[in-house]
């Protein structure tokens, strides 16, 4: 596609269910970033994926969440026994990773309601 | 390590007046900085960046930003607001490619008819 995909882009959910936010970046980017937006606050990074390096997983906020990327291109992003703190919108993002540096390239995010 | 602060969360300007938005950045080597603009409910888009080629960047829907080395500034500017210009902006460094992006919290326009 021509920009970033997400989806679910709205995912009502009760708490303690597991839900999965999946990412189609534009293709050839190798890097892929996930951000959480929670209500009035800014962007919160959460995890970076480079290439075929180790990803960085400095922003995930605790061991229920977790992100793979699969042969470079899709993300998932998986939130285990959902709180309601979790309540957010997910961004993903994708750029390249030329000489120039090059922005950011932003999904429209996944709204994550839990009840 | 890296990090920006936008001073002022809800900034509000007349239509037709100057839009001044603040971010401020540290970082221990030369910076690329970005602007971005979030509609609601949408993602972000690029505004402007900085990526140490002329000190005044020039961007979309008539923003431009002055990359100020000595003020670690990087404030991004307007001379007329729009009713359109209405929106969240958001300061960003990072310290080149493959590098992580930093976010500041963001600031809120409104602009008043």
């Known amino acids: 596609g021509a920009g970033v995909s997400q989806s679910p882009s709205n995912k009502v959910t009760e708490k303690g269910k597991d839900v999965e936010l999946r990412c189609d970046p534009i293709?050839?980017?190798?890097?892929l970033y996930w951000y959480r937006q929670s209500l009035g606050q800014g962007l919160e990074f959460l995890i970076y994926?480079?290439?075929?390096?180790?990803?960085?997983k400095s922003g995930l906020p605790s061991d229920r969440f977790s992100a793979e990327r699969t042969g470079g291109s899709v993300s998932t992003l998986t939130i285990q026994r959902t709180q309601q703190e979790d309540s957010a919108v997910y961004l993903c993002?994708?750029?390249?990773?030329?000489?120039?540096?090059?922005?950011?390239?932003f999904g429209e995010g996944s709204r994550l309601t839990v009840l | 390590a890296q990090s920006v602060t936008q001073l002022g969360s809800h900034v509000s300007v007349s239509e037709g007046a100057l839009v001044l938005l603040r971010c401020n950045y540290s970082?221990?080597?030369?910076?690329?900085l970005f602007w971005y603009v979030q509609y609601p409910n949408q993602g972000l888009q690029l505004l402007l960046k900085?990526?140490?080629?002329?000190?005044l960047v020039k961007g979309i829907n008539g923003f431009e930003a002055e990359f100020k080395k000595s003020e670690t500034s990087f404030h991004l500017t307007k001379p007329s607001a729009h009713m359109s210009d209405a929106a969240e902006y958001f300061c960003?460094?990072?310290?080149?490619?493959?590098?992580?992006?930093?976010f500041g919290t963001g600031t809120s326009l409104t602009v008043i008819p």
């Open positions: 993002a994708s750029k390249t990773s030329g000489v120039n540096t090059g922005e950011l390239f």
């Open positions: 900085y990526t140490s080629a002329a000190t």
């Open positions: 970082s221990s080597v030369p910076p690329y």
């Open positions: 293709s050839g980017h190798t890097a």
């Open positions: 960003a460094v990072t310290k080149g490619p493959g590098n992580q992006f930093y």
């Open positions: 994926f480079q290439g075929n390096s180790a990803p960085d």
